[in-house]
């Protein structure tokens, strides 16, 4: 408090002074700052202010103000304070804030006043320093902390010579950046009236993917602010910027900057170490410093170093080392930033390059391929990192001859490889291809390569090509039709192609058929049923009886073996065909029907039946060549039962085959169990009259045609669980809670059968701030505004209120909110004298974190009786 009670006098006194008494040193200081976040939890945020001043300034801040862009403030302690070469101190001040919901917040800092004699800044001495960031807080896009910067924003710069600076921005999260100019600010971060860039030969700008600042080249000498906006992206979405407020010096010098050696754009995979030589000379043959920093200095795992290599007067090498691991994998490439500069007794200068550094995820091995009939495995060895979140399985048909370079990830489009599929977990090491459902084709060549994806959905360098070719089994599998539907007496009608040149092999007979039947889908256990033997190769069918085709599905297989005495052997590769059958899901209304089978030949049409209670029997109710079919327009909580049959073809050797085959019966009971959409809530505080207006509304009115009320729930603090406080049956509500207007709420919409939808956003306000002073007051005994009472007011648990003459003497103390001051003097009967005094009050408040503390400050103007007695001397 007694640093801000000084800046608040020290402002008071500096309006009084007349110009020539003002001496600028002692005021201004400011040269340079941002403002960076780290995202604590959903709502909070860790901000740190970092600001360069300059030492000889009598001006020192140990606490800023911070407007939060919520219609409230706080002070932020300074934590480090530490003076640079040059006359800049650097400070940092941290503070933390619970925002009250989504949306865009625009934080400020702002301090008086810049340092004296910018040239670009109209009289620079007199104008606010301030800096601002924006942040979007959405739960769509998940967590979000600010990119950092790792460059100090201040340089020095040779008249006439190229210039560059880069702010080594850093994105925790991996989001892209993006790098502009823009304008510097003043009070409540408004552009500064007047502001020009610097004056460049030929040009001045920023590169807006690398960041590099260019000035080509200064033409006069000085000191110039440039403000740089730095945004960051996710998903094209644009979710926040810094606007870097930086500082240059420019001195007229014959010396010349240093020149890093090129320097390369480097892609390894995971788990390599990179040690590379930076080389740097100067022509002045002046000593060097390198100074190395970006991202790869900050990760937590595994962070990069440097090693001392050689330095000579005009040049220095430094090896930069980094043992790079999984935790690095990510879609935007490091940047290393490398600042050299030279040791010149008279003008430092410096020269900035950038490495980049691409980490690839390794990739998958030893993928293996195991074709069925219409399907194929593929398989993989998985575990090359524990933060792989999924697989993904491309495929093609023929080899691509694909050959990624070192710096490729993922497949390009050029490749012609299809997304197939995609894994559930890292751990994953199968996945099976069916065509999603509809099979593959059999004399077709399948190609695949594996890539695994990353948590910011980066995709690893694919895995080598592997190809398989599908072919037909033998016996050929043409029917698996369910002819009786019963729990006991169900009958499954199988039947297969005739073998042919048999006489090639030879296998002239007798032979052997053995059927097999397993009671899943992918034919795994199968288990003898019949066998028999016969010297007809015609004797093609067979009808598999006294089975449960209630239950499904069965997959089928078939041996063929010569059987002649001495010469027993099996003839071909037995393939597996299933039965078919309706996956039923029941709707609101409605019945959704999947047709599943998995089956070595090409279905074309699909009729749905559906039995007909009335007649006692099923009845064509659709015909669709999709595996899929939703009967709609049913009656909740009747039964419907359905069967299915496909018409198929199949090529073998040079016949075409036409079959149909009848599914498995299937029956379900239409319900409503699909909630409704969740509501979109808005919610406002109405603060003179202390209450929370919320409404809500669903866009979609096909999702609440049956929606009959609504639920709401509430909590008073973010650390708190929600609880239901009322149902209605409106689109509205107003609520005032009791203890304080700062609230997070949630609104559910019920459906007619009682299915509750998901949550809406949580929505949370906290931005009613009522506790204000009035700036007048007359203890002169009259009966009227004789004590100083705050405005009405609620929710505030104490205050810690002092008032200040204009000495800087504590005339009156409360805790009282209340105030009750009757205009004396603490500890006396004396009656305080007319004039203005000075207040520095802390609020606790009950806020969204439960109570805190806000600062107020501000001027109150004490009249009294001229005649009054033991009035103040």
């Known amino acids: 408090m007694k640093s801000l009670l000084q800046y608040i006098i020290l402002s008071v006194l500096l309006l009084c002074l007349p110009a020539t008494g003002f001496n600028p040193v002692f005021a201004t200081h400011n040269r340079a700052g941002e403002i960076t976040l780290r995202q604590v939890k959903d709502l909070t945020y860790e901000i740190t202010i970092t600001t360069y001043t300059y030492v000889l300034s009598a001006a020192d801040r140990p606490e800023l103000e911070v407007q939060w862009g919520d219609n409230s403030t706080s002070i932020a302690p300074r934590i480090l304070a530490f003076n640079l070469p040059n006359d800049y101190r650097k400070n940092v001040y941290v503070k933390q804030h619970t925002f009250p919901g989504p949306g865009t917040y625009v934080i400020v800092v702002q301090d008086p006043n810049r340092n004296y004699g910018v040239k670009n800044i109209p009289n620079s001495v007199n104008v606010i320093f301030s800096i601002k960031t924006t942040i979007s ?22 008249l006439n010579q190229i210039f560059i600076h880069n702010p080594a921005a850093f994105d925790p999260d991996g989001d892209s950046i993006s790098y502009s100019l823009t304008v510097c600010t003043q009070q409540n971060g408004e552009p500064i009236p007047g502001y020009t860039l610097p004056k460049a030969s030929d040009t001045l700008y920023v590169d807006a993917i690398t960041g590099d600042l260019v000035w080509n080249t200064p033409v006069d000498t000085g000191i110039y602010n440039i403000a740089m906006n730095i945004e960051e992206w996710r998903k094209n979405i644009k979710i926040g910027n810094i606007v870097r407020d930086m500082q240059v010096e ?54 990069a170093d440097t090693m001392f290599v050689s330095s000579v007067p005009g040049e220095i090498i430094t090896r930069f080392i980094w043992q790079t691991t999984c935790e690095h994998v990510r879609k935007q490439p490091y940047s290393v930033l490398v600042k050299t500069n030279d040791l010149n007794p008279k003008l430092s200068l410096v020269d900035i390059d950038n490495l980049e550094i691409n980490v690839l995820g390794p990739p998958p091995q030893n993928v293996k391929l195991v074709p069925a009939s219409n399907l194929i495995r593929v398989q993989w060895k998985a575990g090359e990192c524990d933060n792989i979140r999924h697989y993904n399985i491309y495929r093609r048909t023929s080899s691509s001859g694909y050959m990624p370079d070192s710096c490729s990830y993922g497949l390009p489009a050029y490749a012609g490889f299809k997304l197939a599929g995609s894994t559930s977990a890292g751990t994953d090491s199968i996945f099976i291809d069916d065509g999603n459902g509809k099979g593959l084709l059999q004399g077709t060549e399948y190609c695949y390569r594996v890539v695994a994806v990353y948590p910011d959905g980066s995709e690893s360098i694919p895995s080598d090509e592997s190809c398989t ?74 009808t598999d009886t006294n089975i449960n085709t209630l239950r499904f599905p069965y997959t089928y297989s078939v041996e063929l073996y010569n059987d002649a005495p001495g010469n027993r052997f099996l003839i071909g590769k037995p393939e597996i065909a299933s039965t078919m059958y309706p996956e039923v899901s029941e709707m609101d209304n409605a019945i959704g029907l999947k047709f599943v089978r998995n089956v070595p030949w090409l279905n074309y049409e699909n009729t749905v039946y559906r039995f007909n209670k009335n007649s006692g029997v099923f009845d064509s109710i659709y015909v669709t060549d999709a595996d899929t079919y939703t009967n709609s327009g049913l009656v909740n909580g009747n039964e419907y039962c359905y069967q299915i049959k496909s018409k198929a073809t199949r090529s073998l050797n040079g016949i075409t085959y036409f079959m149909e085959n009848v599914s498995h019966v299937g029956c379900g009971t239409p319900m409503d169990t699909i909630p409704p959409c969740p509501p979109t809530l808005q919610v406002s505080s109405i603060c003179d009259s202390t209450y929370n207006f919320l409404s809500w509304s669903i866009s979609d009115s096909a999702c609440a045609d049956d929606v009959v009320r609504y639920n709401i729930y509430y909590t008073p603090q973010l650390n708190l669980p929600h609880t239901l406080i009322d149902s209605t049956e409106l689109t509205t509500y107003i609520h005032r809670p009791a203890s304080s207007l700062a609230a997070c709420y949630y609104v559910t919409a019920i459906d007619s059968f009682g299915n509750e939808s998901k949550p809406s956003t949580n929505m949370c306000v906290d931005e009613c701030f009522n506790y204000e002073i009035p700036n007048v007051f007359t203890p002169n005994g009259d009966g009227v505004n004789d004590f100083l009472h705050p405005f009405p007011y609620q929710f505030v648990e104490k205050i810690d209120m002092k008032i200040f003459n204009r000495w800087g003497q504590l005339i009156f103390q409360t805790d009282d909110p209340d105030i009750n001051w009757d205009g004396k003097i603490s500890n006396s009967n004396k009656m305080a004298s007319p004039g203005v005094y000075y207040y520095i009050c802390d609020v606790f408040e009950k806020r969204l974190t439960g109570t805190e503390v806000r600062n107020i400050v501000g001027f109150i103007h004490l009249y009294t009786d001229v005649n009054a007695k033991n009035s103040e001397k």
């Not at 807080?137 to 040779?158: H, M, R």
């Not at 040149?501 to 003898?528: H, V």
Request: hydrophobic share 35%.
């Open 469 to 542: 070719i599908l072919t037909p089994g033998s016996p050929s599998i043409l029917n698996t039709s369910v002819t009786k539907s019963d729990a006991v007496n169900g009958e499954i009608f199988l039947s297969w192609a005739k073998p042919l040149k048999l006489d090639t092999i030879p296998a002239n007979g007798p032979y052997e058929y053995i059927i097999y039947r397993a009671d899943n889908l992918f034919g795994m256990n199968l288990s003898e049923v019949h066998r028999f033997t016969t010297s007809d190769l015609n004797d093609t069918v067979y």
């Open 137 to 158: 807080i959405n739960p769509q896009i998940g967590q979000n902390s600010t990119p950092v910067l790792l460059n100090p924003p201040f340089d020095k710069a040779g």
């Open 250 to 303: 420019v001195y007229k010098t014959t010396n010349l900057p240093p020149v890093n050696d090129s320097l390369p754009k480097l892609c390894v995979v995971a788990g390599t170490k990179i040690s590379y030589d930076i080389r740097s000379t100067d022509a002045n043959f002046d000593p060097l410093k390198h100074f190395l920093t970006g991202g790869p200095f900050v990760v937590k795992d595994s962070p």
